[in-house]
């Protein structure tokens, strides 16, 4: 959609899917009300928004490409290969995987595209090079990672949950969440692993942890917060920092869900049938965001060009 009236045929459209609660959704609603709407309620109706809503930059696209490397692994492993092997799969992440999914963006593929090629943003080889260090460093930081060594050392049968996609209630509110990987360590406490290939922890890491553990205590994984332990695992670095739990972090952790969704109901037009409107979720002013944003030519069509007199179709000098 690049049209006002494009715009029009989904600004009062019902989503396809119930209200829920994430990180990710919360995260989006603070940066921009509009972009919020385009994500969870355009999306869901309209093809060319979701098509645009699945656009991966370049960091991002280093992120997914080590976390999907991550989890094919532990699928496949139940103890760490030789250093030959290690190095082989992280050269077929890289010169394999990620090789034939930038043709395939490169090409106007419907199933992958990178915002550069949407967007027709310069990618100098220098780029090319930062996001297959990320990744490569990245991933050979986590065959040496000490957390990898405890998990296999527990055992795969201890462990509680890999990538998997679940959720939970806190009030009326549906919680979704995927963790990285969680396990039950030798001396019987959960840990609770989120991979991370930036080098700063994110502005609502700490509420993501605390909604994992919060989740790991309605589930009945432990009898006392006190036997959870989180950690991120800045593997670009490589730093691993490991924080416990307690009462105080879960309540935190609930009250902080339940605000932030009767902030994002505030706008719906009929909260409970989750229907909103264009109109009620504005635009911000932050051309350092919105020039990164996949929703960037829905909010700022691009203007064609004024016919001229050499057309033959101006408006004369004189009238």
């Not at 209200?19 to 969870?40: E, L, N, P, Q, V």
């Not at 098509?51 to 960091?59: E, I, N, T, V």
Request: hydrophobic share 40%; glycine share 4%; charged share 30%.
């Amino acid at each position: 959609m690049t049209s006002g009236e494009d715009e029009a045929r989904v600004e009062a459209l019902p989503p396809t899917n119930e209200f829920s609660w994430s990180i990710s959704r919360h995260d989006t609603f603070a940066t921009c009300k509009r972009r919020y709407y385009y994500s969870y309620y355009a999306a869901a109706v309209d093809p060319d928004v979701r098509r645009l809503k699945q656009l991966s930059a370049l960091p991002l696209w280093a992120g997914s490409a080590v976390h999907e490397a991550i989890e094919s692994f532990l699928r496949a492993h139940d103890a760490l290969p030789s250093p030959e092997e290690q190095e082989a799969i992280v050269r077929a992440t890289v010169h394999t995987g990620m090789l034939a999914s930038w043709r395939e963006s490169e090409a106007g593929s419907l199933r992958f595209r990178l915002f550069e090629h949407e967007y027709q943003v310069p990618v100098d080889q220098e780029d090319k090079k930062i996001v297959v260090g990320v990744v490569m460093r990245s991933l050979r930081n986590f065959f040496k990672s000490p957390t990898l060594a405890e998990a296999f050392a527990a055992g795969r049968e201890r462990w509680l949950t890999l990538e998997d996609l679940v959720s939970f209630r806190v009030g009326d509110v549906e919680v979704k969440l995927r963790m990285d990987l969680a396990y039950r360590d030798r001396e019987g406490r959960v840990v609770i692993v989120d991979w991370k290939t930036g080098r700063r922890e994110g502005r609502f890491s700490e509420v993501q942890l605390a909604g994992y553990a919060l989740f790991a205590a309605e589930r009945g994984w432990v009898e006392d917060p006190a036997e959870l332990r989180t950690e991120l695992a800045y593997l670009m670095l490589p730093r691993y920092v490991r924080r416990t739990v307690d009462a105080a972090k879960l309540r935190h952790a609930r009250s902080f869900i339940e605000k932030s969704a009767r902030n994002m109901r505030s706008l719906l037009l009929d909260p409970l049938a989750n229907l909103g409107r264009l109109e009620d979720f504005a635009m911000i002013d932050r051309p350092q965001v919105c020039r990164r944003c996949n929703f960037r030519r829905l909010c700022f069509p691009p203007v064609a060009p004024r016919p001229t007199a050499d057309d033959g179709v101006g408006v004369p000098d004189a009238v």
